[in-house]
């Protein structure tokens, strides 16, 4: 005898039947459209060039992670494990490595190793275990650039200050007992001309000048601090932004010792044998611009630059104050807007460039310029256009080149939901891939009418293996 079910569990049960059912058919129709692949793990040697891979104090776990698009390296160093989070990020810490040998050697050298010891510092270098950090066990790695090849950027709006930005008002005291109050990082600096028309009348009445004895004698203390500080990355011709952890704390602690000692940071390193100078070998000689000019200068510098080509005065704010962007990234980013010279996009450009969320976000966005340029050399005329959350560049004559500065493409449920947008739909588009992409993602680019560029050359790409990326697993 059949069962009896009440009529609303039967229309429950109905539902879900009807459910499953359309499920089903969706899947059959989509077919190959639905398959989404899961990112890779890469073997270092197909992925960097081996100059990369290994050195005197460095040596990189074979084993890569691809998340977000981008690989992430783990660095067994001397002076202790380093993460980078792309095939360029590797680049600039690999080329950071002589600096952690002067800046070591430095501190049982000469001056700083006596300052250092008056104030009770322990020195010495601690030797990573590789076995100790396996590429499965990383916390904290970070997204890559996935969110930049989505429909819509998944931001908050008015949450554009990123981690990195966060914790930069910190960066530069780590090396003393003490924490600097709000102002001593922002130098003198008062706001601009635009927020504060009494600034000339008010310039002698800086922050420091207006606080207390005891508060004021402590302020010019950070004051000189941050000088021997940015005097160091000098000598070493390395970025005074950059976000080496590792290099950070050196530099700090140096700093604060000159400063305790009372001598010069720049000339105590000079004594030291074996000067920096292939530091940058792999990404270039520091800016000598930004080594040179105060963090303030170079913005307002920056500010002005922008307004020639932007109107959105609050984004061009934003982007001087928040995001992923050091001041090194953010000249960059200018730089080669300067040069890309788009007739039309760069309040969106520069309300994007806010909203990033580290490092690796930032250095996309300046990357993906960098790949435009070079491919400009072929076009003439152009504007810049944010899709989805992506730059793009649309000729005069109606081709559109997408910029995908990525370490290892894969397809997904997102890069399909993407390259579908109807801004895609052109008859003639370029896709430049700065790494590699898979088979498939390349098959179902094809397949949407792109055209692919693999390994696109740019100024300042990472070194890239020649051959095929070899998956792991």
């Given at each position: 005898?059949?069962?009896?079910?009440?009529?609303?569990?039967?229309?429950?049960v109905a539902?879900?039947?009807?459910?499953?059912?359309a499920a089903?058919?969706?899947?059959?129709?989509?077919?190959?459209?639905?398959?989404?692949e899961?990112e890779?793990y890469?073997?270092?040697t197909s992925l960097?060039?081996?100059?990369?891979?290994?050195?005197?104090n460095?040596?990189?776990v074979?084993?890569?992670?691809v998340?977000?698009?981008?690989?992430?390296?783990?660095?067994d160093?001397a002076?202790g494990?380093?993460y980078?989070?792309?095939?360029?990020?590797?680049a600039?810490?690999?080329?950071e490595i002589?600096?952690?040998?002067?800046?070591d050697r430095?501190?049982?050298?000469?001056a700083?190793a006596?300052?250092?010891a008056?104030r009770g510092?322990?020195?010495?270098?601690a030797?990573?275990?590789?076995a100790?950090?396996p590429?499965?066990?990383?916390?904290?790695?970070p997204?890559?650039?996935?969110?930049?090849?989505r429909k819509?950027?998944?931001?908050?709006?008015?949450?554009a200050?990123?981690l990195s930005?966060?914790t930069s008002?910190h960066?530069?005291?780590?090396?003393?007992?003490?924490r600097?109050?709000?102002?001593?990082?922002?130098?003198g600096r008062?706001?601009?001309?635009?927020?504060n028309?009494?600034?000339?009348?008010?310039?002698?009445?800086?922050?420091y000048a207006r606080?207390?004895?005891?508060?004021?004698?402590?302020?010019k203390?950070?004051l000189?601090?941050s000088q021997q500080?940015?005097a160091?990355?000098r000598?070493?011709?390395?970025?005074?932004n950059s976000t080496?952890?590792i290099?950070n704390?050196?530099?700090d602690?140096?700093?604060?010792?000159?400063?305790?000692g009372n001598?010069?940071a720049?000339?105590?390193l000079?004594?030291?044998?074996?000067?920096a100078?292939?530091?940058?070998?792999?990404?270039?000689?520091?800016?000598?611009?930004?080594?040179?000019?105060?963090?303030e200068?170079?913005?307002e510098?920056?500010?002005v630059r922008l307004?020639?080509?932007?109107?959105?005065?609050?984004?061009?704010?934003?982007?001087l104050?928040?995001?992923?962007?050091t001041d090194?990234l953010r000249?960059a980013l200018?730089?080669?807007?300067?040069k890309?010279?788009?007739?039309?996009g760069c309040?969106?450009?520069?309300e994007?460039?806010?909203?990033t969320r580290?490092e690796?976000?930032a250095?996309?966005l300046?990357?993906?310029?960098?790949?435009?340029?070079?491919?400009r050399?072929e076009?003439?005329g152009g504007?810049?256009?944010?899709i989805?959350a992506?730059?793009?560049w649309?000729?005069?004559?109606g081709?559109?080149v997408?910029?995908?500065?990525v370490?290892?493409?894969?397809?997904?449920?997102?890069?399909d939901d993407?390259?579908?947008?109807?801004d895609?739909?052109?008859t003639?588009?370029t896709?430049?891939?700065a790494?590699?992409?898979?088979?498939?993602a390349?098959?179902r680019?094809?397949d949407r009418?792109?055209?692919?560029?693999?390994r696109?050359p740019?100024?300042?790409?990472?070194?890239?293996a020649?051959?095929?990326?070899?998956r792991?697993?």
């Open positions: 005898m059949p069962r009896y079910i009440p009529t609303f569990s039967r229309a429950l539902t879900f039947v009807i459910c499953a059912m089903t058919h969706a899947a059959e129709s989509c077919g190959d459209a639905c398959v989404s899961a890779p890469l073997d270092a960097v060039q081996p100059a990369l891979l290994s050195g005197p460095f040596k990189v074979p084993e890569v992670r998340r977000g698009f981008m690989a992430s390296f783990l660095i160093t002076f494990p380093l980078a989070d792309s095939a360029e990020m590797l600039v810490r690999v080329g002589p600096a952690l040998e002067t800046l430095a501190s049982r050298t000469g700083f006596r300052a250092l008056e510092r322990k020195t010495g270098s030797i990573a275990n590789v100790a950090h590429i499965d066990t990383i916390t904290g790695l997204a890559g650039v996935a969110r930049f090849l819509q950027l998944d931001t908050l709006t008015g949450r200050q990123s930005d966060q008002r960066a530069l005291n780590r090396g003393d007992p003490y600097a109050p709000a102002g001593p990082m922002t130098a008062d706001s601009g001309p635009e927020e028309p009494d600034r000339e009348q008010k310039t002698s009445r800086a922050w606080a207390g004895s005891e508060t004021a004698r402590e302020a203390r950070y000189k601090y500080r940015r160091m990355a000598a070493l011709e390395v970025d005074p080496n952890p290099l704390a050196m530099l602690t140096l700093a604060w010792a000159a400063v305790g001598f010069s720049g000339a105590a000079a004594e030291i044998t074996g000067p100078a292939a530091v940058i070998s792999y990404t270039g000689k520091a800016n000598q611009y930004i080594l040179e000019v105060e963090p200068q170079l913005r510098t920056l500010r307004l020639k080509r932007c109107s959105d005065e609050d984004s061009i704010r934003s982007f104050r928040r995001g992923g962007f090194t000249v200018v730089d080669a807007l300067d890309l010279a788009p007739a039309d309040n969106d450009l520069i994007l460039a806010a909203t580290g690796v976000e250095r996309y300046v990357d993906a310029l960098k790949l435009l340029l070079q491919r050399v076009e003439s504007r810049l256009a944010v989805g992506a730059v793009a649309r000729t005069d004559a081709k559109l997408l910029p995908l500065p370490d290892y493409l894969s397809w997904s449920h997102d890069i993407f390259v579908d947008q109807r895609f739909a052109v003639n588009k896709a430049l891939i790494g590699d992409a898979s088979p498939l390349q098959s680019l094809t009418g792109w055209s692919l560029v693999l696109a740019y100024d300042g790409a990472p070194v890239y020649a051959g095929d990326m070899r792991l697993r």
